[in-house]
């Protein structure tokens, strides 16, 4: 079965939604991001800058985003973080990294999403070796509340040192949820790149080897490589290993140079 292709956006409705209040544009041009991203996704970066200031973090914002974080298209996923961040008057700069510091140092009842929101500013660019080792450290922290936001955190930091840290926890935090949303991160949630993603998979396929970890550690790994492969074996680490070798074959040599090159 073929699915239907998504109607186009009618200029008209754009044209409606240009006349509308800040608020009303970026709740609503991030609805129809979510189900038909063109043109709504180059409305919402042509839009986003003059926003800031003008954007309540009212529920119904805050649902939108969450729901567009668990888009398959990570351009959706960029769009929320950029909405969110400017209904949370919260820029690309130095200061929006140490506000959100102070309120997790704080102890306050936003210091979750503060965690958050640091791992999303990190993955623009913004002080990200700062945010990573914020992030690291209070991912080690007594209370599983705010070990579990950090986890959220390094998974929409999106980076390197954040994956080997999702890795790293998805083994040794003693609590099932938070090794759960370790392998999620790894997985499917947060900003990390497909490419990333595949770059975990031997670390992954080590950790099913390892005789050492309980069961249900064990299905998050097998399920965090299904996830990211699309690939079914289950936890039989000898079929992943011959599946990861024809793929990760195929995948080299199609990233060879051809010597041809398109206009």
Request: hydrophobic residues 40%; glycine residues 6%; proline residues 4%.
């Amino acid at each position: 079965m073929v699915s239907a292709p998504q109607p186009r956006t009618a200029d008209s409705d754009l044209e409606a939604i240009s006349h509308l209040a800040p608020q009303q544009q970026a709740e609503r041009l991030l609805e129809l991001a979510i189900n038909r991203p063109d043109p709504s996704l180059s409305l919402i970066r042509r839009n986003c800058a003059s926003w800031r200031g003008h954007l309540e973090d009212s529920d119904r914002l805050f649902h939108l985003v969450l729901e567009a974080l668990n888009s398959d298209d990570p351009r959706v996923r960029v769009a929320a973080v950029e909405i969110d961040l400017a209904a949370n008057n919260l820029g690309d700069s130095r200061e929006s990294v140490e506000k959100l510091e102070r309120q997790i140092k704080i102890g306050a009842e936003d210091r979750f999403m503060a965690l958050w929101r640091l791992g999303s500013l990190g993955s623009r660019g913004v002080e990200p070796v700062e945010v990573f080792h914020t992030l690291r450290l209070y991912a080690h922290s007594r209370n599983q509340e705010v070990r579990f936001w950090a986890v959220e955190g390094l998974s929409m930091l999106g980076n390197d040192a954040a994956m080997s840290a999702l890795l790293d926890i998805l083994v040794r935090d003693p609590a099932t949820q938070i090794r759960q949303r370790a392998a999620n991160g790894l997985s499917k949630s947060g900003l990390l790149t497909g490419e990333q993603r595949l770059s975990a998979v031997p670390h992954l396929l080590n950790l099913l080897d390892d005789d050492s970890l309980d069961e249900a550690t064990q299905n998050l790994v097998s399920g965090a490589l299904e996830a990211i492969t699309g690939a079914s074996f289950g936890k039989d680490s000898d079929a992943w290993r011959d599946w990861w070798a024809h793929h990760d074959s195929r995948e080299k040599h199609s990233s060879r140079p051809s010597g041809l090159s398109l206009a």
